[in-house]
């Protein structure tokens, strides 16, 4: 099982929570049937931003991605990504293994890497949970 | 320990000392890469691109029909419309670039300076009641300067 890159830090990041999985039956009259399927949380997303990094860095993100096989398989991801910038109690909130089950990421997209200043690139990663 | 003043000041266009400047002035600022990272408190940064531009005031004045070194630098984008198209409204000739040394005269040969091809930006011209009738020209370097040993 390979794991995220640790570093670089992000330098921006976006979660999503997910949902849980769920569906919603209507009757005739209008009222309205929700049936919950299960107790985890489903299919959270994480975008990670790498603003003008250094090329290096920049490599070692989308060498993870071909060790992965790109969008196939699934890997941990700890550490900095969720945690840099997080003062909440819970110190891997958003990397929650209590309301999902064996948490694991895959990218939802491949990469994507911004070529600015010499020596510089910015990389933008989508990752979205896959639950067993 | 020496210190310079306007008087010591020198202008060059394309190769020739002008000789009706006013003053002369440019500015190098560089853009700075944002590389804060989730976590830090402070702003960190890299160098990024560089710029160098400037701007220089001239006399006008003309020698009976010869024109002077202000016409000389504006018409490099001062243009009317030309030959057949002057019933053209959107046809001229294009602006130029042109070479610039903005030079400090500290008795060595050579003296002090920063030189190289520029694009002119604008051309500002004043006539004013009580005032030499003069252009404020902007521009900007290609690139790096070519030279710069102030």
Redesign the interface.
């Known amino acids: 099982m390979t794991h995220y890159p640790r570093f670089?830090?992000?330098?921006?990041?976006i979660y999503k929570a997910g949902d849980y999985s769920h569906g919603t039956h209507r009757a005739m009259s209008g009222a309205e049937i929700r049936i919950l399927f299960g107790n985890k949380r489903l299919a959270s997303t994480i975008q990670l931003i790498y603003?003008?990094?250094p090329d290096k860095e920049a490599e070692v993100l989308l060498d993870h991605y071909n060790s992965v096989k790109g969008t196939f398989e699934s890997f941990e991801a700890r550490g900095?990504i969720f945690?840099?910038?997080?003062k909440g109690p819970t110190k891997s909130f958003l990397n929650d293994t209590v309301h999902t089950t064996d948490l694991e990421w895959r990218y939802a997209q491949p990469p994507q890497l911004q070529s600015?200043?010499i020596g510089?690139s910015s990389v933008t990663v989508d990752l979205v949970t896959v639950t067993y | 320990m020496t210190y310079y003043s306007g008087a010591n000041g020198d202008f060059w266009i394309a190769g020739t000392s002008v000789a009706r400047v006013q003053k002369w002035a440019f500015n190098t600022t560089v853009a700075l890469l944002d590389t804060t990272s989730l976590g830090d408190t402070d702003a960190t940064s890299v160098y990024g691109i560089r710029n160098t531009a400037g701007s220089c005031s001239l006399f006008y004045w003309q020698d009976n029909q010869a024109q002077g070194d202000c016409s000389k630098l504006i018409r490099n984008i001062v243009q009317g419309r030309t030959g057949s198209s002057t019933t053209v409204p959107g046809k001229a000739t294009a602006p130029q670039s042109t070479s610039l040394r903005l030079r400090l005269i500290d008795g060595s040969t050579d003296g002090r300076f920063i030189r190289g091809e520029v694009l002119l930006t604008s051309a500002t011209m004043t006539m004013a009641q009580g005032d030499v009738f003069s252009a404020d020209i902007t521009f900007q370097f290609l690139g790096a300067p070519v030279e710069a040993t102030l």
């Open positions: 670089p830090v992000p330098t921006g990041r603003k003008n990094i900095a945690n840099a910038g997080w600015g200043y510089r």
